[in-house]
């Protein structure tokens, strides 16, 4: 039997959600924006009213001030989008909880918590999806970057380990690929930004060549620490996977779509890329090592 502590718990979610919303309308400044989060905040505030109705007076907390303060700070780090989107993508349990309510409440009340479940259904994923912001324009530049630089610079470092024993050496050159790549894919992606409606061609190639430096860096980095080879490559690999896994995760609370099978995917292509690559430097050597 559902009880009133429950009712006072969903209460609580919704009082939190509605105060993270109305932070967020503080500190927004496009109109555009600014409404379409006012609207969700009037929304939260109406689901909170309706299950304090039921359950009577929440506690607000330590433990709520916390969270509130890690989710605005995820907002500042990762776009209002992120952080709503997030929040809503859990609604699907949230909406069978609501549902097991129906029998325990009369009539009136059923058809005010029917209005509720369709908002945490789709009214409110959708308010989301209509935010304007950077971050989400920028995705697929942010993307190119990010899952070519992976893939390439993994192959390369892979490759040149099988060939070569020196770590700096093997950093060294990873870091001209990179470099070199990085430029050609922010001119590629300025172009391109050209012909492509409602595109910052600027804004695109920036985001491009900055997010594929930013990971040739972090995959780099274990081959300038001093450690042996493959030990380096391993770390190497490990962060490679790390770095996806982040962004795999960034991008599919955006775009709604499966975190695992995307992440499978991807990291099986890049252990694939690096294998080969370490096998035909591992061969190209012995080539190399048999010469007059």
Do not use: C
């Amino acid at each position: 039997m559902v009880k009133e502590a429950e009712f006072r718990r969903y209460a609580l979610d919704e009082l939190f959600d509605h105060r993270l919303y109305s932070k967020l309308v503080e500190v927004e400044r496009k109109g555009e924006n600014l409404k379409l989060l006012e609207e969700l905040t009037r929304e939260e505030h109406s689901h909170y009213l309706f299950w304090r109705e039921l359950g009577g007076d929440v506690s607000w907390g330590v433990k709520e001030d916390i969270k509130l303060a890690l989710y605005l700070i995820l907002a500042r780090l990762f776009g209002k989008t992120f952080v709503i989107k997030y929040l809503e993508g859990h609604e699907v349990n949230t909406v069978k909880k609501y549902e097991r309510v129906m029998e325990f409440i009369d009539e009136n009340r059923r058809a005010r918590l029917r209005e509720i479940i369709e908002d945490e259904r789709r009214h409110e994923l959708e308010l989301a999806s209509m935010l304007d912001e950077l971050i989400v324009k920028q995705l697929g530049s942010i993307a190119l970057g990010v899952s070519d630089a992976i893939i390439e610079l993994t192959g390369v470092l892979a490759g040149f380990a099988g060939y070569s024993g020196a770590p700096l050496q093997i950093a060294a050159a990873g870091l001209i690929v990179g470099v070199s790549a990085a430029m050609s894919m922010s001119a590629a992606a300025y172009a391109q930004a050209k012909h492509e409606k409602g595109k910052s061609p600027a804004a695109t190639s920036a985001f491009t060549g900055i997010f594929y430096m930013l990971t040739v860096l972090v995959l780099i980095t274990p081959l300038l620490i001093g450690l042996e080879v493959k030990s380096a490559l391993f770390l190497s690999i490990v962060f490679a996977l790390v770095f996806l896994a982040a962004f795999t995760f960034f991008s599919s609370v955006i775009t709604g779509r499966r975190f695992i099978s995307e992440y499978l995917e991807n990291s099986s292509l890049i252990m694939s890329v690096a294998l080969a690559s370490y096998v035909f430097g591992h061969l190209v050597k012995g080539l190399v090592d048999h010469l007059p």
